[in-house]
């Protein structure tokens, strides 16, 4: 299995990003894909969560500013980032979930100024 995240870089508060992870080695549209982030020493911190259904999840902090979204056909996981704060600074993962062993991709670097 291979996630390959990208789309992250340097944006001034109140921009916005869109990252895509590409996937492979799983039958992507039956897994459930997660985007987490874990900034300069703090821990990993789930923010979304799309399952085969599309029903989706978010951490309360990016509740109305984040959307998750994925493209079954391309294997891709979409995280698109509206009204961006410094405290978004980070590097996000993408993550999943097979036969009880988990996957991340390398992740990709948002730095938010302020």
């Known amino acids: 299995v291979q996630l390959q995240a990208s789309g992250g870089g340097l944006v001034q508060a109140g921009g916005s990003l869109r990252l895509s992870c590409a996937a492979s080695?799983?039958?992507?549209?039956?897994?459930?894909m997660d985007w987490y982030r874990q900034a300069p020493e703090k821990q990993r911190e789930l923010v979304a969560s799309?399952?085969?259904?599309?029903?989706?999840n978010y951490v309360d902090s990016v509740k109305g500013r984040f959307t998750i979204s994925r493209d079954n056909i391309k294997r891709t996981l979409y995280l698109q980032m509206y009204s961006l704060k410094p405290e978004d600074t980070a590097r996000y993962y993408c993550?999943?979930?097979?036969?009880?062993?988990?996957?991340w991709g390398k992740g990709t670097l948002v730095t938010v100024s302020s």
């Open positions: 993550h999943t979930k097979r036969a009880g062993t988990h996957f």
């Open positions: 080695g799983i039958n992507f549209r039956l897994h459930t």
């Open positions: 799309i399952n085969s259904e599309r029903n989706t």
